[in-house]
């Protein structure tokens, strides 16, 4: 029987968090393990705002200001994961991934108490179950491509899906000179001679 969207995203909230868990207590390979964490993260999240969180808002016109909110705080998240992700070699790491973690724990909190309720308040058990199936082919459609830019062509994949803002964070991150009058292809360039 198809699992609900509901229960698939409570679920994929538990097993990022195990995975917080492991990086937090030093376990495994820290690089190998940020890296896992960034590639569900983001397909969790874009599963949900391109699947989940539209179907909320269709449901609970009242709901779009939470949706909208919760959007800000994925990319919240992600960009205090990519600054926890660029000090993996440093003292500041312990620091930067503690903020990350707390983000998300901020996140998941209002996710499953207000968001989550409110739709299935909204919807009958068949939708929640078409929702969570959608949910998991966007999510592993989306874990998939992550891997195949992985194989081919490193962290570029990374910088061609990246939005302007996002380049220009990393570039500061990677304290790149001129960055704030470099157009979103001039960053990407900048950032990839700067690997
Ligand atoms: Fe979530
Ligand atoms: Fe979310």
Redesign the pocket.
């Known amino acids: 029987m198809a699992a609900d969207a509901i229960t698939l ?1 409570e679920q994929d ?1 538990r097993a990022l968090e195990a995975l917080f868990d492991q990086v937090t207590a030093g376990e495994g390979d820290r690089v190998a393990l940020i890296q896992q964490i960034t590639d569900r993260l983001t397909a ?1 999240a874009r599963a ?1 705002e391109t699947e989940v969180y539209p179907a909320i808002v269709q449901a609970r016109p009242g709901e779009d200001e939470e949706v909208e909110h919760a959007e800000h705080e994925h990319y919240e998240a992600e960009t205090l994961l990519r600054k926890a992700r660029n000090l993996t070699a440093s003292p500041h790491f312990d620091e930067a991934f503690e903020a990350f973690v707390a983000a998300v724990g901020h996140h ?1 909190e209002e ?1 499953e108490q207000q968001i989550l309720p409110a739709l299935r308040d909204a919807v009958d058990t068949e939708r929640l179950k078409q929702l969570g199936a959608a949910f998991e082919q966007a999510r592993a459609r989306l874990l998939g491509a992550d891997a195949d830019a992985a194989a081919g062509s490193g962290s570029d994949g990374d910088l061609e899906q990246a939005t302007k803002t996002e380049l220009y964070e990393m570039a500061k991150d990677a304290e790149i000179p001129g960055r704030s009058t470099m157009t979103k292809d001039e960053l990407a360039e900048a950032l990839r001679d700067n690997h």
Do not use: M, N, T, Y
Request: proline share 0%.
């Open positions: 995203i909230h969790h949900e998941v996710e």
